[in-house]
Antibody, heavy 120, light 108 residues
């Protein structure tokens, strides 16, 4: 079955950077697009970024454009997001999610998330 | 930026029909998707392409879309359906993906 496990979260100071990882299993990772979505404490879901199966298509939410970088390693079944110049408002649970198809369709499976807390 | 609008809350008694709406200007041209998120858990997909139900989702869940509004209907809502529900879609270009603000469904 599809499994997605996020890691790399923690407490980080404002202005610093962090790399979040997502380990995928149970499906052919290189055939599917992958998303990052975040959820601030007590708030709704916010879509963050998408990368197509081969990395040729990338889109970011306006709120993170220029600060977040999505990437993937199909040889390792891994998805990443580098989050830089962190702000307190970036505090959230970060989920990785599998896309229905190779590009950027809807999300069909989600991981359990990793919490990032931006605080001095 | 593109927005999807949902009511903040819907409340029904067990066995009643719950309807959760999602409005967006691009919905006449773009599919709506629905996610259920129970407290402390990751979201799960409960409806895709406006009206298709993933395997394992009870038949009491159904979806429709007309004009600029998509609707998730839970016929005969159960206590276990109590959750936050989010719609998801894209703007007309297909490049800007967005979730609605979420609707808290209370069944009691």
């Amino acid at each position: 079955q599809v499994q997605l496990v996020e890691s790399g979260g923690g407490v980080v100071q404002p202005g610093r950077s962090l790399r979040l990882s997502c380990t995928a299993s149970g499906f052919t990772f290189s055939n599917y697009g992958m998303h990052w979505v975040r959820q601030a404490p007590g708030k709704g879901l916010e879509w963050v970024a998408i990368m197509s199966h081969d990395g040729s298509y990338i889109q970011y939410a306006d709120s993170v454009k220029g600060r977040f970088t999505i990437s993937r390693d199909n040889s390792k079944n891994m998805l990443y997001v580098e989050v830089s110049s962190l702000r307190p408002e970036d505090t959230a649970v970060y989920y990785c999610a599998k896309s229905w198809d190779r590009t950027g369709s809807h999300l069909d499976y989600w991981g359990q998330g990793t919490l990032v807390t931006v605080s001095s | 930026s593109y927005e999807l609008t949902q009511p903040p809350s819907v409340s029904v008694s067990p066995g009643q029909t719950a309807r959760i709406t999602c409005s967006g200007d691009a919905l006449p041209k773009k599919f709506a998707y629905w996610y259920q998120q129970k407290s402390g858990q990751a979201p799960i997909l409960v409806m895709y392409d406006d009206r298709k139900r993933p395997s394992g989702i009870p038949e009491r869940f159904s979806g429709t879309s007309s004009g600029t509004m998509a609707t998730l209907t839970i016929s005969g809502a159960q206590v276990e359906d109590e959750a936050d529900y989010y719609c998801y879609s894209t703007d007309i270009s297909g490049n800007h993906r967005v979730f609605g603000g979420g609707t808290k469904l209370t069944v009691l």
